[in-house]
Protein backbone atom coordinates (compact mmCIF):
# COMPACT_ATOMS: atom_id res chain seq x y z
CA UNK A 1 0.00 0.00 0.00
CA UNK A 2 2.77 2.43 1.14
CA UNK A 3 4.78 1.94 -2.41
CA UNK A 4 0.93 2.35 -4.05
CA UNK A 5 0.69 5.29 -2.79
CA UNK A 6 4.56 6.52 -3.50
CA UNK A 7 3.80 5.57 -7.05
CA UNK A 8 0.74 8.05 -6.88
CA UNK A 9 2.66 10.72 -5.73
CA UNK A 10 5.55 10.64 -7.90
CA UNK A 11 2.98 10.16 -10.89
CA UNK A 12 1.76 13.47 -10.06
CA UNK A 13 4.83 15.36 -9.52
CA UNK A 14 5.64 14.04 -12.39
CA UNK A 15 2.20 15.02 -13.93
CA UNK A 16 2.99 18.72 -12.79
CA UNK A 17 6.81 19.21 -13.52
CA UNK A 18 6.07 18.24 -17.01
CA UNK A 19 2.92 20.75 -17.89
CA UNK A 20 5.34 23.14 -16.04
CA UNK A 21 8.57 22.11 -18.11
CA UNK A 22 6.43 22.57 -20.87
CA UNK A 23 5.26 26.36 -19.82
CA UNK A 24 7.67 27.82 -19.31
CA UNK A 25 10.12 26.45 -22.23
CA UNK A 26 7.76 26.20 -24.86
CA UNK A 27 9.45 28.93 -26.95
CA UNK A 28 13.16 28.32 -25.90
CA UNK A 29 12.93 24.55 -27.28
CA UNK A 30 13.61 25.52 -31.35
CA UNK A 31 13.78 21.89 -32.67
CA UNK A 32 11.08 21.73 -35.40
CA UNK A 33 10.30 18.10 -33.56
CA UNK A 34 9.87 19.30 -30.48
CA UNK A 35 7.23 22.38 -31.47
CA UNK A 36 5.99 19.60 -33.84
CA UNK A 37 5.20 17.49 -31.02
CA UNK A 38 4.28 20.42 -28.56
CA UNK A 39 1.72 22.08 -31.28
CA UNK A 40 0.13 18.60 -31.38
CA UNK A 41 -0.63 18.43 -27.92
CA UNK A 42 0.42 14.72 -27.37
CA UNK A 43 2.56 15.59 -24.56
CA UNK A 44 -1.39 15.17 -22.18
CA UNK A 45 -1.50 11.67 -23.46
CA UNK A 46 1.61 10.61 -21.70
CA UNK A 47 0.32 12.91 -18.45
CA UNK A 48 -2.76 10.91 -18.66
CA UNK A 49 -1.23 7.38 -19.07
CA UNK A 50 0.94 7.91 -16.14
CA UNK A 51 -1.88 9.22 -13.61
CA UNK A 52 -4.14 5.96 -14.96
CA UNK A 53 -0.62 4.01 -14.74
CA UNK A 54 0.45 4.79 -10.81
CA UNK A 55 -3.42 5.22 -9.68
CA UNK A 56 -3.94 4.02 -6.21
CA UNK A 57 -5.57 0.56 -6.50
CA UNK A 58 -8.51 1.67 -4.19
CA UNK A 59 -9.22 4.14 -6.86
CA UNK A 60 -8.92 2.28 -9.84
CA UNK A 61 -13.04 1.13 -10.47
CA UNK A 62 -13.52 5.12 -9.42
CA UNK A 63 -11.47 6.08 -12.11
CA UNK A 64 -12.26 3.84 -14.79
CA UNK A 65 -15.68 4.89 -14.32
CA UNK A 66 -14.51 8.42 -14.16
CA UNK A 67 -12.57 8.06 -17.42
CA UNK A 68 -15.64 6.29 -19.48
CA UNK A 69 -18.39 8.64 -18.50
CA UNK A 70 -16.55 11.45 -19.60
CA UNK A 71 -15.08 9.45 -23.22
CA UNK A 72 -19.01 8.87 -23.71
CA UNK A 73 -19.93 12.65 -22.65
CA UNK A 74 -17.18 13.64 -25.33
CA UNK A 75 -18.20 11.67 -28.29
CA UNK A 76 -21.73 13.25 -27.24
CA UNK A 77 -20.65 16.54 -27.62
CA UNK A 78 -18.03 16.29 -30.57
CA UNK A 79 -20.97 14.91 -32.47
CA UNK A 80 -23.55 17.63 -31.12
CA UNK A 81 -20.81 19.81 -32.61
CA UNK A 82 -20.61 18.07 -36.00
CA UNK A 83 -24.42 18.01 -36.48
CA UNK A 84 -24.11 21.66 -35.73
CA UNK A 85 -22.41 22.39 -39.31
CA UNK A 86 -25.15 19.57 -41.02
CA UNK A 87 -27.25 22.52 -42.05
CA UNK A 88 -28.26 23.27 -45.69
CA UNK A 89 -27.09 27.16 -46.38
CA UNK A 90 -23.99 25.61 -45.49
CA UNK A 91 -24.02 22.74 -47.70
CA UNK A 92 -25.49 24.90 -50.26
CA UNK A 93 -21.78 26.37 -50.72
CA UNK A 94 -19.61 23.42 -50.94
CA UNK A 95 -17.86 22.82 -53.94
CA UNK A 96 -18.58 19.64 -56.20
CA UNK A 97 -14.71 18.92 -56.20
CA UNK A 98 -15.20 18.26 -52.54
CA UNK A 99 -17.91 15.95 -52.79
CA UNK A 100 -16.60 13.91 -55.30
CA UNK A 101 -13.14 13.74 -53.27
CA UNK A 102 -14.76 12.70 -50.18
CA UNK A 103 -16.71 10.27 -51.96
CA UNK A 104 -14.04 8.37 -53.71
CA UNK A 105 -12.38 8.64 -50.04
CA UNK A 106 -15.42 6.58 -48.91
CA UNK A 107 -15.36 4.00 -51.76
CA UNK A 108 -11.80 3.56 -51.38
CA UNK A 109 -11.95 2.84 -47.32
CA UNK A 110 -14.77 0.46 -47.93
CA UNK A 111 -12.97 -1.35 -50.71
CA UNK A 112 -9.85 -1.58 -48.26
CA UNK A 113 -12.65 -2.87 -45.13
CA UNK A 114 -13.61 -5.55 -47.52
CA UNK A 115 -10.41 -6.28 -48.80
CA UNK A 116 -8.91 -6.71 -45.15
CA UNK A 117 -12.48 -8.82 -43.95
CA UNK A 118 -11.64 -11.30 -47.09
CA UNK A 119 -8.13 -11.83 -47.15
CA UNK A 120 -7.13 -11.56 -43.59
CA UNK A 121 -8.84 -13.57 -40.39
CA UNK A 122 -10.36 -9.82 -39.03
CA UNK A 123 -13.72 -11.26 -39.51
CA UNK A 124 -13.03 -14.18 -37.21
CA UNK A 125 -11.08 -11.76 -34.71
CA UNK A 126 -13.44 -9.04 -35.00
CA UNK A 127 -16.79 -9.90 -36.63
CA UNK A 128 -18.83 -7.69 -39.01
CA UNK A 129 -19.47 -5.35 -36.24
CA UNK A 130 -16.00 -4.34 -35.41
CA UNK A 131 -14.78 -3.90 -38.62
CA UNK A 132 -17.19 -1.82 -39.34
CA UNK A 133 -16.34 0.25 -36.05
CA UNK A 134 -12.75 0.41 -37.17
CA UNK A 135 -14.07 1.83 -40.69
CA UNK A 136 -16.22 4.09 -38.77
CA UNK A 137 -13.11 5.56 -37.03
CA UNK A 138 -11.09 5.86 -39.96
CA UNK A 139 -13.21 7.51 -41.83
CA UNK A 140 -14.22 10.19 -38.70
CA UNK A 141 -10.54 10.38 -38.91
CA UNK A 142 -10.65 12.90 -41.99
CA UNK A 143 -10.02 16.85 -40.58
CA UNK A 144 -12.89 18.59 -41.33
CA UNK A 145 -12.65 21.02 -44.00
CA UNK A 146 -13.09 25.29 -43.52
CA UNK A 147 -15.36 27.02 -46.12
CA UNK A 148 -15.62 30.93 -46.98
CA UNK A 149 -18.65 32.12 -45.16
CA UNK A 150 -19.85 35.23 -47.55
CA UNK A 151 -23.10 33.28 -47.62
CA UNK A 152 -23.39 32.76 -44.10
CA UNK A 153 -24.69 34.81 -40.55
CA UNK A 154 -21.14 34.77 -39.18
CA UNK A 155 -19.50 37.00 -41.57
CA UNK A 156 -16.12 37.46 -41.08
CA UNK A 157 -15.25 33.79 -40.30
CA UNK A 158 -14.34 30.43 -41.46
CA UNK A 159 -17.00 27.62 -40.51
CA UNK A 160 -16.33 23.69 -40.44
CA UNK A 161 -18.39 22.61 -43.29
CA UNK A 162 -20.20 18.89 -43.53
CA UNK A 163 -17.76 16.27 -44.10
CA UNK A 164 -19.62 13.00 -46.22
CA UNK A 165 -16.55 11.03 -44.80
CA UNK A 166 -17.06 11.48 -41.27
CA UNK A 167 -21.09 11.42 -41.59
CA UNK A 168 -20.87 8.11 -42.85
CA UNK A 169 -18.36 7.16 -40.48
CA UNK A 170 -20.55 7.72 -37.41
CA UNK A 171 -22.78 5.58 -39.29
CA UNK A 172 -20.66 2.84 -39.44
CA UNK A 173 -18.76 3.19 -35.60
CA UNK A 174 -22.88 3.71 -34.68
CA UNK A 175 -23.62 -0.08 -36.65
CA UNK A 176 -20.38 -1.61 -35.62
CA UNK A 177 -20.98 -0.65 -32.18
CA UNK A 178 -24.71 -1.75 -31.67
CA UNK A 179 -23.35 -5.19 -33.15
CA UNK A 180 -21.20 -6.10 -30.90
CA UNK A 181 -23.12 -4.63 -27.07
CA UNK A 182 -25.59 -6.81 -25.68
CA UNK A 183 -29.12 -5.89 -26.89
CA UNK A 184 -31.99 -4.19 -23.95
CA UNK A 185 -35.49 -4.89 -25.36
CA UNK A 186 -37.32 -1.38 -24.91
CA UNK A 187 -40.81 -0.94 -24.74
CA UNK A 188 -42.85 2.18 -25.25
CA UNK A 189 -46.17 1.98 -23.59
CA UNK A 190 -48.58 4.05 -24.90
CA UNK A 191 -52.19 5.45 -23.54
CA UNK A 192 -54.56 3.66 -25.35
CA UNK A 193 -52.66 1.36 -27.32
CA UNK A 194 -50.75 -1.91 -27.54
CA UNK A 195 -46.86 -1.76 -25.69
CA UNK A 196 -44.68 -1.19 -28.30
CA UNK A 197 -41.47 -3.14 -28.34
CA UNK A 198 -38.21 -1.92 -30.16
CA UNK A 199 -35.37 -4.00 -30.89
CA UNK A 200 -32.66 -5.16 -33.38
CA UNK A 201 -30.36 -2.37 -35.21
CA UNK A 202 -33.93 -0.37 -36.70
CA UNK A 203 -35.20 -0.05 -33.35
CA UNK A 204 -32.53 0.92 -31.09
CA UNK A 205 -31.86 3.19 -34.61
CA UNK A 206 -35.12 4.64 -34.03
CA UNK A 207 -34.66 5.24 -30.62
CA UNK A 208 -31.53 6.97 -30.70
CA UNK A 209 -33.63 9.46 -33.45
CA UNK A 210 -35.97 9.91 -30.90
CA UNK A 211 -33.60 10.41 -27.87
CA UNK A 212 -31.58 12.57 -30.17
CA UNK A 213 -34.77 14.99 -31.26
CA UNK A 214 -35.78 14.84 -27.32
CA UNK A 215 -32.25 16.32 -26.15
CA UNK A 216 -32.25 18.95 -29.22
CA UNK A 217 -35.62 20.28 -28.57
CA UNK A 218 -35.02 20.39 -24.88
CA UNK A 219 -31.69 22.50 -24.82
CA UNK A 220 -33.45 24.78 -27.72
CA UNK A 221 -36.46 25.38 -25.07
CA UNK A 222 -34.06 25.79 -22.00
CA UNK A 223 -31.56 27.78 -24.08
CA UNK A 224 -34.27 30.42 -25.40
CA UNK A 225 -33.88 33.92 -23.02
CA UNK A 226 -30.61 32.53 -21.47
CA UNK A 227 -27.80 34.84 -21.79
CA UNK A 228 -24.01 33.86 -22.76
CA UNK A 229 -22.32 33.46 -19.50
CA UNK A 230 -24.78 30.24 -18.66
CA UNK A 231 -25.49 28.90 -22.51
CA UNK A 232 -22.44 26.30 -22.53
CA UNK A 233 -23.28 24.80 -19.57
CA UNK A 234 -27.07 24.25 -20.58
CA UNK A 235 -25.85 22.56 -24.16
CA UNK A 236 -23.72 20.13 -21.77
CA UNK A 237 -26.17 19.34 -19.81
CA UNK A 238 -28.28 18.46 -22.13
CA UNK A 239 -25.68 16.25 -24.02
CA UNK A 240 -25.05 15.11 -20.53
CA UNK A 241 -28.51 13.82 -20.09
CA UNK A 242 -28.83 12.32 -23.56
CA UNK A 243 -25.79 9.86 -23.59
CA UNK A 244 -26.79 9.00 -20.01
CA UNK A 245 -29.91 7.43 -21.29
CA UNK A 246 -28.46 6.20 -24.26
CA UNK A 247 -25.92 4.13 -21.87
CA UNK A 248 -28.81 2.79 -19.77
CA UNK A 249 -30.74 1.82 -23.01
CA UNK A 250 -27.57 0.31 -24.37
CA UNK A 251 -27.80 2.93 -27.73
CA UNK A 252 -25.26 4.88 -29.66
CA UNK A 253 -24.26 8.19 -27.84
CA UNK A 254 -23.01 9.31 -31.21
CA UNK A 255 -26.12 9.06 -33.20
CA UNK A 256 -27.81 10.94 -30.15
CA UNK A 257 -25.46 13.62 -30.31
CA UNK A 258 -25.64 13.80 -34.16
CA UNK A 259 -29.48 14.13 -34.13
CA UNK A 260 -29.21 16.53 -31.52
CA UNK A 261 -26.52 18.46 -33.14
CA UNK A 262 -28.81 18.76 -36.46
CA UNK A 263 -32.33 19.57 -34.27
CA UNK A 264 -30.52 22.33 -32.55
CA UNK A 265 -28.95 24.34 -35.90
CA UNK A 266 -32.46 24.28 -37.65
CA UNK A 267 -34.61 25.48 -34.51
CA UNK A 268 -32.17 27.59 -32.36
CA UNK A 269 -32.93 31.07 -32.35
CA UNK A 270 -28.98 31.32 -30.69
CA UNK A 271 -27.57 30.44 -33.94
CA UNK A 272 -24.63 31.96 -33.48
CA UNK A 273 -24.27 31.22 -30.20
CA UNK A 274 -24.19 27.75 -30.71
CA UNK A 275 -21.97 27.76 -33.93
CA UNK A 276 -19.26 29.66 -31.55
CA UNK A 277 -19.52 27.27 -28.98
CA UNK A 278 -18.91 24.18 -31.40
CA UNK A 279 -15.73 26.21 -33.06
CA UNK A 280 -14.49 27.66 -29.48
CA UNK A 281 -14.27 24.26 -27.81
CA UNK A 282 -11.90 22.55 -29.96
CA UNK A 283 -9.22 22.95 -28.39
CA UNK A 284 -10.36 22.37 -24.91
CA UNK A 285 -12.80 19.43 -26.52
CA UNK A 286 -8.26 18.21 -27.90
CA UNK A 287 -6.80 18.36 -24.66
CA UNK A 288 -10.09 16.96 -22.76
CA UNK A 289 -9.95 13.93 -25.62
CA UNK A 290 -6.20 13.50 -25.63
CA UNK A 291 -5.65 13.52 -22.18
CA UNK A 292 -8.53 11.09 -21.57
CA UNK A 293 -6.93 8.52 -23.72
CA UNK A 294 -4.40 8.48 -21.80
CA UNK A 295 -6.16 7.67 -18.66
CA UNK A 296 -7.69 4.68 -20.48
CA UNK A 297 -4.75 2.86 -21.46
CA UNK A 298 -3.03 3.88 -18.32
CA UNK A 299 -6.11 2.32 -16.23
CA UNK A 300 -6.01 -0.85 -17.89
CA UNK A 301 -4.11 -3.82 -16.50
CA UNK A 302 -1.15 -4.32 -18.44
CA UNK A 303 -1.48 -8.50 -19.34
CA UNK A 304 -4.52 -7.23 -20.91
CA UNK A 305 -4.55 -3.79 -22.66
CA UNK A 306 -2.67 -4.70 -25.94
CA UNK A 307 -4.61 -7.84 -28.13
CA UNK A 308 -1.94 -8.32 -30.57
CA UNK A 309 -4.12 -9.24 -33.52
CA UNK A 310 -6.33 -6.45 -33.01
CA UNK A 311 -3.72 -3.80 -32.37
CA UNK A 312 -1.48 -5.06 -35.44
CA UNK A 313 -4.96 -4.40 -37.68
CA UNK A 314 -6.24 -1.24 -36.41
CA UNK A 315 -2.46 0.38 -36.66
CA UNK A 316 -1.80 -1.13 -40.42
CA UNK A 317 -5.54 0.59 -41.03
CA UNK A 318 -4.78 3.44 -39.59
CA UNK A 319 -0.94 3.89 -40.84
CA UNK A 320 -3.11 3.17 -44.47
CA UNK A 321 -5.22 5.86 -44.01
CA UNK A 322 -3.28 8.57 -45.89
CA UNK A 323 -2.62 6.08 -48.89
CA UNK A 324 -6.74 5.74 -48.88
CA UNK A 325 -7.21 9.29 -48.80
CA UNK A 326 -4.62 9.62 -51.81
CA UNK A 327 -6.26 7.29 -54.23
CA UNK A 328 -9.84 8.44 -53.23
CA UNK A 329 -8.58 11.86 -54.36
CA UNK A 330 -7.21 10.87 -57.41
CA UNK A 331 -10.24 8.87 -58.27
CA UNK A 332 -12.28 11.95 -57.88
CA UNK A 333 -9.77 14.23 -60.12
CA UNK A 334 -6.70 15.93 -60.34
CA UNK A 335 -5.13 16.31 -56.53
CA UNK A 336 -3.95 19.86 -56.03
CA UNK A 337 -0.75 20.01 -55.80
CA UNK A 338 0.10 22.25 -52.62
CA UNK A 339 2.08 21.50 -49.59
CA UNK A 340 -1.07 22.35 -47.30
CA UNK A 341 -3.51 20.36 -48.81
CA UNK A 342 -1.25 17.23 -49.41
CA UNK A 343 -0.01 17.60 -45.76
CA UNK A 344 -3.66 17.27 -44.49
CA UNK A 345 -3.69 14.06 -46.12
CA UNK A 346 -1.64 12.59 -42.95
CA UNK A 347 -3.39 14.13 -40.69
CA UNK A 348 -5.20 12.48 -38.23
CA UNK A 349 -8.68 14.24 -36.90
CA UNK A 350 -9.94 14.50 -33.44
CA UNK A 351 -13.25 13.30 -34.24
CA UNK A 352 -11.16 9.73 -35.15
CA UNK A 353 -10.56 9.29 -31.37
CA UNK A 354 -13.64 10.60 -30.09
CA UNK A 355 -15.36 7.53 -31.94
CA UNK A 356 -12.76 5.13 -30.01
CA UNK A 357 -14.04 6.97 -26.94
CA UNK A 358 -17.71 5.41 -28.18
CA UNK A 359 -16.11 1.44 -28.01
CA UNK A 360 -15.82 1.66 -24.10
CA UNK A 361 -19.66 1.22 -23.45
CA UNK A 362 -20.79 -1.20 -26.32
CA UNK A 363 -16.96 -3.39 -26.61
CA UNK A 364 -15.08 -2.50 -23.01
CA UNK A 365 -12.54 -0.34 -22.10
CA UNK A 366 -10.14 -3.07 -22.92
CA UNK A 367 -11.15 -2.93 -26.76
CA UNK A 368 -11.06 0.75 -26.72
CA UNK A 369 -7.93 0.95 -25.12
CA UNK A 370 -6.11 -1.13 -27.50
CA UNK A 371 -7.53 0.69 -30.69
CA UNK A 372 -6.36 4.05 -28.91
CA UNK A 373 -2.82 3.11 -28.74
CA UNK A 374 -2.66 1.92 -32.44
CA UNK A 375 -4.28 5.58 -33.06
CA UNK A 376 -2.20 7.20 -31.67
CA UNK A 377 0.81 5.80 -32.21
CA UNK A 378 -0.35 6.57 -35.95
CA UNK A 379 -0.92 10.26 -35.14
CA UNK A 380 2.78 10.77 -33.45
CA UNK A 381 4.36 9.15 -36.86
CA UNK A 382 2.55 11.06 -39.26
CA UNK A 383 2.85 14.15 -36.97
CA UNK A 384 7.03 13.39 -36.82
CA UNK A 385 7.40 12.48 -40.43
CA UNK A 386 3.88 14.00 -42.23
CA UNK A 387 5.95 17.03 -43.80
CA UNK A 388 8.66 14.50 -45.03
CA UNK A 389 5.94 12.17 -46.64
CA UNK A 390 4.61 15.11 -47.82
CA UNK A 391 7.45 16.32 -49.59
CA UNK A 392 7.73 13.13 -51.12
CA UNK A 393 4.55 12.60 -52.52
CA UNK A 394 4.15 16.11 -54.18
CA UNK A 395 7.39 14.88 -55.87
CA UNK A 396 5.43 12.04 -57.22
CA UNK A 397 2.53 13.73 -58.07
CA UNK A 398 4.78 16.30 -60.68
CA UNK A 399 6.78 13.74 -62.19
CA UNK A 400 4.01 13.13 -64.92
CA UNK A 401 4.26 16.50 -65.52
CA UNK A 402 7.44 17.41 -65.93
CA UNK A 403 7.24 13.72 -68.20
CA UNK A 404 5.04 15.53 -70.08
CA UNK A 405 6.62 18.43 -70.55
CA UNK A 406 10.01 17.29 -71.62
CA UNK A 407 8.30 14.43 -74.09
Not at 19 to 42: D, F, H
Not at 165 to 189: C, F, T
Request: glycine share 14%.
Amino acid sequence: MVGSAVAFLLGIAFSICLYGAVSRYRTRWTGTRVQTLLSSRLYHVIVGWVLGYTCLPALNEALLLGVVMSAVFLAGWSSMAFGCSVDWRVIKGMSLQTLRAEAGQVAVLLGALVGALFLTKTGTLLGGGGLLALGGIMAMSLPQSRGNSKNMRMRGQAHRTPSISIGIGMVLLGVGSLQMRSEIPIVLYLPFANPILLEGLAGRAFCCLGIGAAVGLVIDLVTRGTGPRYFAYLVGAGILLGVGMGVNVAVEPVWIGLVAGIWIIHTTLHRVEILRLAEGGATALQICSLSAAGLLIGSQPAEGLVSGPLFGMSLALFVGLPAIRLVGERMAGPVRRQHAHVRRLFDLGDLGLVGVFALTIGVGPGFAATVACAWLLSRTLYTLIGDALTDAVLRLLERPVAAGISS
